[in-house]
């Protein structure tokens, strides 16, 4: 857990009639980083040709994604609940990779696809026509109240509206089928009248419709006139419209649920086929990914990759007995391959954490993965993140709801992505660490319910006794972030050193400014700054100490160039002349160093103020809130509604603005002033074909 993985590199041959059966034990371990072979040899050798794949697998890719589209959206859930797990195609024999047929597949896919169509696009037209009614609601709506529009008001509006709004009679006898026809349309017909062989209707329908519609109407003997309001002085015309128009959307909105269900039973009632195939085309798409990266020659098969060292004997047994002891394995160590293929080839890394540690360790690769060997900041991340976001946001009450949010997050998402779980589980662990600080602080929603078990955080902000004799004002707040920022960016130069170490690298061990000399120098600033503000800005340590903390090391860092190029000469490499043009450029590297040495590390120093400020303005938002509160106290100063309103705005914007504010100062604190002094972030995920990864 404290350094990434150990791998192993491994370079095979076995027989070409043995290859399928490897290549399901390779399948079956899901532990092999595959690099091409012509990586290996640069590409050099005639002899070594890639392997031809028998199956397309772009075709086998399509077809497996038009699956996972089409049962996607089918299912509620989404593509993933209703696909088969892939830890359950472990058990697949090789006969069952010879039982897939791309052509069989595709054309069930064309005929499932066109039936889909066919479902989707009634569903389309339904919902049309359902955005057309809305539409005319809108229109209707714009035309007054409905107690004072008349069936002559109304048409007269319409000119400046979307809307058609037809009056007249008809032949009683047309009326039937011209309802019936008029449905084709998103329309209205009112009947306002009625006599032995006439009807009187008023019909309301868009004005792109009106052509089609006024040949409706002369179909069915329509003579154009005014509705005589004689003949219903009650009517309500806008009512009537808008409640059958409210009437139709019911309808077609049942048909759209129809069509829904319709849908949902078609995909449901082929599930079993679509696992199936779906399986069939992952398997055979993994298979063929794998011999993909295989190299052979008239009789073998060659193939390389990385895994994790603790996987070689497991891997060894897998494979001698799929090529039944017909093969050979190479092992090299990770510094062998790297050298000899000059850097073309790069070792995978693999952070290999505890899972409660995974939301940290997510943090960690969102920045980069680390250097193959190097150390992994993940436990070192979990610790000072919630250190720095405790500090920021201590109050136990806004707290707890962050971890009630977090499990919230945890049963949403249960069934979605690991980013989001690990984010709601990262904002349950933020909870808990507001928690801690908040007893510590005695804050409870900003208020003190219970003695602080360290110091009264707003007692100082309001100028009252903190209950701590060690903490006092706000500077000694302050003094404590920078305590806090000098221990991590301490821990953060010792793991560089480690690193180094690991690397014998010991030119940076010694001459980097985050290496030995530049630690030396920063904790000589460290005491000389203390030394300074105690004597109350007026003397600096001796002369002894200064030539001792700040002299001999910047006489290392500008020696670093002669001693590199010293050893450069010794062993044989080709060097730059002593010129005067060298001297220059080495006195102007010097000197720009140690201003990055003095200046760098007093601003990350400094840096860590903004935990305080952070902490400060979390406290002050809420004094001010309850200042707030106390202001809207009814007689006897008893709170009010909208007091207790006031307070819960106030708790909610500050859980919502400060949470925020804390998480994200938190990682910037992180990446920019802890990382940059050990991080090398040139790491290439370790990533086996595997079918126990997800797609």
Same mark, same amino acid.
């Given at each position: 857990?404290?350094?990434? =993985? ?23 371990? $899901? ?10 040899? $640069? ?8 392997? +031809? ?8 890719? !399509? *077809?497996?994604?038009?699956? !996972? ?23 697949? *024999? ?16 064309? !005929? ?5 169509? !066919? ?25 007054? =109240? ?30 039937? %089928? ?96 679509? %696992?199936?195939? @779906? ?44 090529? +039944? ?5 190479? @092992? ?10 000059? $850097? ?12 409660? #540690? ?32 405790? #500090? ?61 078990? @360290? ?5 100082? &902000? ?17 003094? &404590? ?23 014998? *690298? ?13 630690? @030396? ?54 060097? +730059? ?37 952070? $902490? ?40 919502? #603005? ?38």
């Amino acid at each position: 857990m404290m350094f990434t =993985s150990s791998m192993t590199h491994l370079t095979a041959v076995v027989l070409k009639k043995d290859s399928d059966a490897v290549t399901k034990a390779l399948l079956q371990l $899901g532990a092999l980083d595959f690099v091409r072979v012509s990586e290996l040899s $640069g590409g050099s050798d005639a002899r070594i040709r890639s392997v +031809q794949a028998s199956v397309s697998s772009a075709r086998i890719i !399509e *077809n497996r994604r038009r699956i !996972e589209m089409i049962m996607g959206s089918g299912s509620s859930g989404g593509s993933q609940e209703v696909l088969p797990v892939l830890d359950n195609l472990q058990n697949l *024999n090789l006969q069952d990779l010879n039982l897939l047929n791309l052509d069989e597949i595709e054309k069930k896919l064309s !005929e499932i696809s066109s039936r889909s169509q !066919e479902i989707k696009e009634e569903q389309r037209l339904v919902q049309q026509e359902i955005h057309k009614f809305e539409d005319m609601i809108r229109q209707l709506s714009m035309y007054g =109240s409905s107690e004072s529009i008349t069936a002559q008001g109304l048409r007269k509006s319409s000119e400046y509206s979307f809307l058609t709004i037809q009056t007249g009679t008809m032949l009683s006898v047309g009326v039937s %089928q011209f309802e019936k026809d008029l449905k084709a349309y998103p329309s209205v017909s009112l009947i306002t009248g009625t006599s032995s062989d006439k009807t009187s209707m008023l019909v309301i329908s868009l004005k792109k419709d009106e052509k089609q519609i006024l040949r409706l109407l002369d179909a069915s003997g329509w003579m154009e006139g005014e509705i005589p309001l004689a003949s219903s002085p009650e009517q309500n015309v806008k009512e009537n419209a808008l409640s059958d128009i409210q009437n139709q959307i019911v309808i077609l909105k049942e048909q759209q649920a129809s069509l829904h269900n319709q849908y949902q039973a078609f995909i449901d009632d082929r599930r079993e086929w679509f %696992q199936t195939s @779906w399986s069939l085309l992952r398997i055979n798409e993994l298979f063929y990914r794998i011999q993909s990266f295989f190299s052979a020659t008239d009789r073998t098969v060659l193939f390389s990759g990385w895994l994790p060292t603790e996987l070689k004997a497991p891997l060894e047994l897998v494979l001698y007995q799929a090529a +039944q002891r017909r093969c050979f394995l190479e @092992w090299h160590e990770p510094g062998e391959i790297t050298k000899e293929t000059k $850097g073309r080839v790069t070792v995978p890394v693999q952070l290999k954490n505890p899972g409660f #540690l995974k939301p940290f360790e997510m943090l960690v690769k969102n920045f980069s993965l680390p250097e193959y060997g190097s150390i992994d900041p993940t436990p070192f991340v979990a610790v000072l993140y919630l250190m720095m976001f405790g #500090l920021m946001f201590g109050d136990a009450g806004h707290g707890l709801v962050l971890v009630l949010l977090g499990f919230l997050g945890k049963y949403i998402f249960r069934k979605s992505s690991d980013s989001k779980k690990k984010l709601s589980v990262l904002i349950l662990y933020c909870g808990l660490s507001a928690i801690v600080a908040g007893v510590l602080f005695g804050s409870y929603f900003g208020h003190p319910l219970f003695p602080p078990l @360290w110091f009264n955080y707003h007692a100082i &902000i309001a100028g009252h006794p903190s209950g701590n004799i060690g903490v006092q004002s706000i500077y000694d707040i302050l003094l &404590i972030t920078i305590y806090f920022g000098i221990a991590v960016l301490g821990t953060g130069l010792i793991l560089n050193w480690i690193n180094l170490v690991r690397k014998k *690298n010991w030119m940076k061990l010694f001459f980097d400014k985050a290496g030995i000399t530049g630690g @030396w120098m920063y904790g000589a600033g460290v005491y000389t700054g203390f030394y300074f503000v105690h004597h109350l800005y007026k003397t600096l340590p001796g002369q002894t100490f200064l030539l001792i903390g700040f002299g001999i090391p910047s006489l290392l860092l500008l020696s670093k160039e002669p001693v590199q190029l010293f050893l450069d000469r010794k062993a044989g490499h080709k060097v +730059q002349e002593i010129s005067v043009s060298f001297i220059l450029t080495m006195l102007m590297e010097w000197i720009v160093e140690l201003l990055e040495v003095f200046s760098g590390y007093l601003a990350n120093t400094l840096s860590f103020m903004r935990v305080a400020g952070l $902490g400060i303005a979390h406290v002050s938002l809420m004094i001010a809130f309850f200042q707030m509160a106390h202001m809207a106290d009814g007689p006897g100063g008893e709170y009010t509604v909208w007091s207790y309103l006031i307070l819960l705005a106030g708790n909610i914007l500050v859980i919502a #603005l400060e949470g925020l504010s804390a998480g994200i100062q938190s990682l910037r604190l992180n990446y920019y002033e802890f990382f940059s002094k050990y991080f090398s972030g040139s790491g290439r995920a370790y990533s086996p074909v595997s079918i126990r990864n997800r797609v």
